[in-house]
């Protein structure tokens, strides 16, 4: 078998000088930009790069349900299309949506669910497509963040904003927020989402070994990123609609009207 370039992980995540191979110190994030109501055809929509990760979101609902059998009398119903393009990835991934897109999927409404008023849209759906443009490691998390981010974008009553980041341990050392190669070289990964309207975690998943200790350290590194992240939410959000008070008062209107 030919052996791909990518097969061949570092030896060490950590450099001479103690950071981490993209330069980041044990307990920072990568680079996030976001932005908000980026797709004109979508009911809410946006964007984030998170270090080189590249994910739209885009929410369209209520709407009716289809196919019709899938629609709950009592209740709407909450659907997640997590998809990665072909080329988002260093092999070409199939386009056709794998178990893994179809089991991420899942596990993004099941984070976004909690915050959503499902039980006032009975007989409707919400639908979130989410497409991955580039992949570097926890497109889960940040797939979470901007969805979220779209379904405010949307309108759509929400109890709170959710925010997704991992936390996960390499050579032997915590650190939070795995890129890609520090996912597949290192020793475990723990992405989790809150919800901020009642502090919870909607999302704990784990995968690696980790004795109680490093746990609970996880779970203090988490919250700490998860508020930094949230803060960029916000500010994505904030941004917006500065900028429609700008317009309108460009335009000479009263923006509080
Ligand atoms: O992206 P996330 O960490 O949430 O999920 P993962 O299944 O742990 O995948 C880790 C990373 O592996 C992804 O972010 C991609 O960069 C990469 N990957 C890949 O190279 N090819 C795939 N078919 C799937 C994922």
Redesign the pocket.
Known sequence: MTLLI?DKYPEKLFREDGKRLDGRDKDDLRNIKMEVGVIKNADGSAYIEWGN?KIFASVYGPREVHPHHLAKPDKGILRVFYR?TTY????R?RPAP?R?EKE?SMIIADCLEPVLFLELYPGTSFEIFIE?VD?????????TTVAALALADAGVPMRSLVTSC?VGKIDGQLVTD?S?IE??AGEA?L?VAMTWFNDELSLLQF?GKVNKDEFNEFLEMAEEALGQVYQIQLDALKRKYQQIRDNVQEEGGDPEE
């Open positions: 990518q990760n990665m988002s990835v260093f092999d991934k794998g893994r991420i991955v992949a570097d490691g926890g497109t889960r998390c940040a797939s991992a795995l890609g996912d597949k990964d992405p995968d």
